[in-house]
């Protein structure tokens, strides 16, 4: 019996639970009730189509990184990506990154590996984003403490994952690399895996796909931003930029630890966390956080659910991608 995914499920689960006591134990429920029924639904509104917009550059983010893989067109890729936020609001420890790459794999005829390569490329880049906009927004409201600890950490599992991200790229060049294709040559299946996937990393060494990633997240970003200012106009706060942008990056950072689904706990501490650093009362903060991520998980659930009715689930026949 295969335990993997259900002890993920059980870690995720518990610190979900964990991180939404640290919150509730802190806030009034009543107070945080008020705020959220008088929430002006056309901030709201204007919140989630922000929002739709943030995923659409999401969409067009992973159809370029792809380029070099295969042209695929935008639609299909930006349904293959609703579904796998669909999924990661059912499943734990963000495994609907695997299920995007399945789809995209299946539908186009991509091996499964490469598609999961550029998914881990795209990752990498959002968290380099991430550390940046956090970095600068750190700068801006002068705030410290445990806040400017898990940005500067951040920063530094960035720099790691940039390390090991570089040295699998060139991995086939490194001393000793002969030697581990000969041990390799033992076990194809593995070895066309690992190829696969280091194919789909490599789409990060082409300077113009990474600009074009590094574009579009910026695009998203800012999208990201102004909706959780958005949320904050609704509620009555009106947030500067860099506290939006502060507030945005730190649960981008928090949704990095295994949570359960939908990163429900780790989402609502982190932005109640970072808010009350800036001076928003707690009530206050665990309501933008409510609102925001509720309006996330309509936006993704409803798109999500359209893509899944459009594309479905059976698998399709494989083909060869076309190559660029």
Request: aromatic share 6%.
């Amino acid at each position: 019996m295969r335990t993997g995914p259900a002890v993920r499920a059980l870690v995720g689960a518990v610190i979900s639970i964990v991180a939404l006591w640290i919150v509730l134990s802190g806030v009034d429920l009543t107070r945080v009730g008020d705020l959220v029924r008088r929430a002006d639904p056309r901030w709201v509104a204007f919140a989630a189509v922000l929002s739709t917009l943030d995923l659409a550059f999401r969409g067009l983010r992973w159809q370029r990184l792809l380029r070099p893989i295969a042209r695929i067109r935008y639609l299909p890729m930006f349904g293959y990506l609703l579904i796998g936020y669909l999924a990661n609001n059912v499943l734990p420890a963000r495994l609907g990154e695997l299920v995007r790459s399945h789809y995209l794999g299946d539908r186009e005829g991509i091996r499964r590996a490469s598609a999961l390569g550029t998914v881990v490329v795209e990752r990498v880049i959002d968290l380099v984003a991430v550390v940046g906009i956090a970095t600068v927004a750190l700068l801006i409201p002068s705030v410290r403490g445990v806040v400017a600890t898990a940005v500067f950490v951040g920063a530094g599992v960035a720099t790691a994952f940039l390390v090991v991200l570089a040295l699998a790229i060139v991995a086939h060049r490194l001393p000793g690399a002969d030697r581990a294709r000969t041990i390799a040559d033992r076990w194809p299946n593995v070895q066309g895996l690992a190829r696969s996937l280091q194919g789909g990393l490599q789409v990060a060494s082409r300077p113009r796909t990474v600009v074009e990633a590094l574009v579009t997240s910026v695009a998203a970003w800012t999208c990201s931003i102004l909706a959780f200012a958005a949320i904050g106009q609704a509620i009555g706060i009106e947030l500067t930029i860099a506290q939006a942008a502060l507030i945005g990056s730190s649960v981008a950072l928090a949704s990095a630890v295994p949570a359960g689904p939908s990163n429900l706990g780790t989402f609502e501490l982190a932005a109640v966390k970072v808010s009350s650093a800036i001076g928003i009362p707690a009530d206050t903060a665990f309501a933008l956080a409510l609102l925001s991520h509720a309006t996330i998980l309509v936006v993704t659930s409803i798109g999500g659910a359209i893509a899944f009715i459009r594309i479905g689930w059976r698998q399709t026949t494989e083909r060869v991608a076309p190559q660029p």
